[in-house]
T-cell receptor
Framework: NAGVTQTPKFQVLKTGQSMTLQCAQD?????MSWYRQDPGMGLRLIHY???????DQGEVPNGYNVSRSTTEDFPLRLLSAAPSQTSVYFC??????????????FGPGTRLTVL | LAKTTQPISMDSYEGQEVNITCSHN???????ITWYQQFPSQGPRFIIQ???TKVTNEVASLFIPADRKSSTLSLPRVSLSDTAVYYC??????????????FGPGTRLSVLP
C-alpha cells in the first residue's frame, strides 16, 4: 500500500512552459485534491475531485487544469508556467464522508520553480 | 465561512504540556474539527479529530467545549521532534460538491531543549 504518490519530486520550468504534475493513490478514495503551499504559508486549495469525471475549482484555480479519468489518478496541469506558480504542490486523498469526518492523506509534495 | 483562527507561533520546552487553541465561531452544526501536523518539506499528517467533549489518542488530546466555537489541541510532554506547524481545520461547503477544507497559516510550535 503506497498511499499517495507524487511525481516528480522537483521540477524547474521556464516561464511559458507547460507540464503535468502526477498524483496517484491506491486506497480507492473518492476525494482527491491539489494544494499549493508558498513559503511560510498554509495550504491553498487549487482543484478537487469527488470521483472519476467530477472535478471542481478550489480557492486558487487560475493557471491550472485537472481531470479525473480514473479513481486512482488526479494529474494537475500547468498551462503556461509563471514565476508566481513557484511553490510546493501537495496532492491529497480521502474517503468522502459528511461533515468533514475522516482523514486526508497527503503525498510528499512536488517542489516547482519557475524561472 | 468556516474560518479558523490560531496563534501564529508558540514556544515550549521539552517535557512540557502544550495547548494550542483554535477559534471556529462559524462552525456548522454537524462539522467535525480536525488537526494536522506538518514538518518542513513534508505533507501534513493527521493528528486527531473530534466533534464534541474530549478525544484522546496515542499522540494528543482534543478538547471541545459545549458551544463548539473553539477547540484545544493538547500535546503531553513535548519533545524536540514535536517542532512543527499545527493546523486546525473545519469543513467548508464546497462550491458545487461536498466539502473542502481550508488550511489557515497554522501555529508554528518550537520546542526548545
Amino acid at each position: 500500500n503506497a498511499g499517495v504518490t507524487q511525481t516528480p519530486k522537483f521540477q524547474v520550468l521556464k516561464t511559458g512552459q507547460s507540464m503535468t504534475l502526477q498524483c496517484a493513490q491506491d486506497m480507492n478514495h473518492e476525494y482527491m485534491s491539489w494544494y499549493r503551499q508558498d513559503p511560510g504559508m498554509g495550504l491553498r486549495l487549487i482543484h478537487y475531485s469527488v470521483g472519476a469525471g467530477i472535478t471542481d475549482q478550489g480557492e486558487v484555480p487560475n493557471g491550472y487544469n485537472v481531470s479525473r479519468s480514473t479513481t486512482e489518478d488526479f494529474p494537475l496541469r500547468l498551462l503556461s508556467a509563471a514565476p508566481s506558480q513557484t511553490s510546493v504542490y501537495f496532492c491529497a486523498s480521502s474517503y468522502i464522508r459528511v461533515s468533514g469526518r475522516g482523514e486526508q492523506f497527503f503525498g510528499p509534495g512536488t517542489r516547482l520553480t519557475v524561472l | 465561512l468556516a474560518k479558523t483562527t490560531q496563534p501564529i507561533s508558540m514556544d515550549s520546552y521539552e517535557g512540557q504540556e502544550v495547548n494550542i487553541t483554535c477559534s471556529h465561531n462559524n462552525i456548522a452544526t454537524n462539522d467535525y474539527i480536525t488537526w494536522y501536523q506538518q514538518f518542513p518539506s513534508q505533507g501534513p499528517r493527521f493528528i486527531i479529530q473530534g466533534y464534541k467533549t474530549k478525544v484522546t489518542n496515542e499522540v494528543a488530546s482534543l478538547f471541545i467545549p459545549a458551544d463548539r466555537k473553539s477547540s484545544t489541541l493538547s500535546l503531553p510532554r513535548v519533545s524536540l521532534s514535536d517542532t512543527a506547524v499545527y493546523y486546525c481545520l473545519v469543513g467548508e461547503k464546497a462550491r458545487n460538491y461536498g466539502q473542502n477544507f481550508v488550511f489557515g497559516p497554522g501555529t508554528r510550535l518550537s520546542v526548545l531543549p
